[in-house]
């Protein structure tokens, strides 16, 4: 089942923060993000296990909070360069199959 | 440099055709994945593959079959191909590891269109 994030869209002006969220009706042990730009292919940038461990992007920063199945991407004095429609991404319980959500497009603008 | 590759980045076929999608990783993964990308849906799993041999259904399988005989090489085949299945495909692949799940690395995307 794919995880549900919200907004579906946010447009930022150079300098803005924004937040973006992820939430699943099942437990999650871990949840990953991706963006992908557009005409690229999705990159990865952070992975959030349980227990509070965070692995990835230094410039960008996320929680996750097991008990509410809930995760958000947060994006401070955004760049240029983070336009792009980010994903997150929920493993199933076994052989590392991922579900992701529909996307968050982000636009950030002069 | 890690490598995801996919054999066409355009490709156009008629309604009824048997389409072929091949994806390349060169990476030793165990893990590799086949997924429908469509607006406003996001990323779709159709099938994934932990092993030579080995596919998972994933989502939506329904329409497509896949392949894995080699390690490094996982395909897509569409039996008759439909309108409703012109879609962008991405493939993907990772290391297998335990329950928090790995970095998967994607493809640049085929953009199928079905006339």
């Known amino acids: 089942q794919q995880p549900v994030q919200s907004p579906q869209a946010v447009i930022l002006r150079e300098g803005e923060d924004a937040v973006i969220n992820c939430s699943s009706s099942?437990?999650?042990?871990?949840v990953h993000w991706y963006r992908q730009k557009h005409g690229e292919a999705p990159v990865f940038l952070m992975i959030l296990l349980k227990g509070g461990e965070q692995k990835g992007h230094d410039k960008i920063s996320a929680s996750f909070n097991e008990k509410k199945q809930q995760s958000s991407l947060y994006l401070t004095a955004s760049q240029l360069s983070y336009s792009g429609t980010y994903f997150c991404?929920?493993?199933?319980?076994?052989?590392?199959?991922?579900?992701f959500g529909a996307g968050t497009r982000l636009t950030v603008k002069p | 440099d890690v490598k995801v590759t996919q054999s066409s980045r355009y490709l156009v076929k008629r309604t009824g055709e048997k389409v072929f999608l091949e994806c390349v990783q060169d990476?030793?993964?165990?893990?590799m994945f086949w997924y429908r990308q469509d607006p406003g849906l996001g990323l779709r799993l159709i099938y994934f593959s932990y092993d030579v041999k080995m596919k998972e259904k994933g989502d939506i399988p329904e329409g497509y079959s896949v392949s894995r005989e080699k390690k490094e090489r996982f395909s897509l085949i569409l039996e008759s191909a439909s309108t409703n299945q012109t879609s962008m495909y991405l493939c993907a692949s990772s290391f297998s590891s335990g329950r928090a799940g790995n970095e998967q690395f994607f493809g640049p995307g085929t953009r199928l269109t079905v006339l």
């Open positions: 991404g929920t493993p199933s319980r076994n052989n590392n199959d991922m579900r």
């Open positions: 099942k437990a999650l042990y871990s």
């Open positions: 990476m030793d993964h165990e893990n």
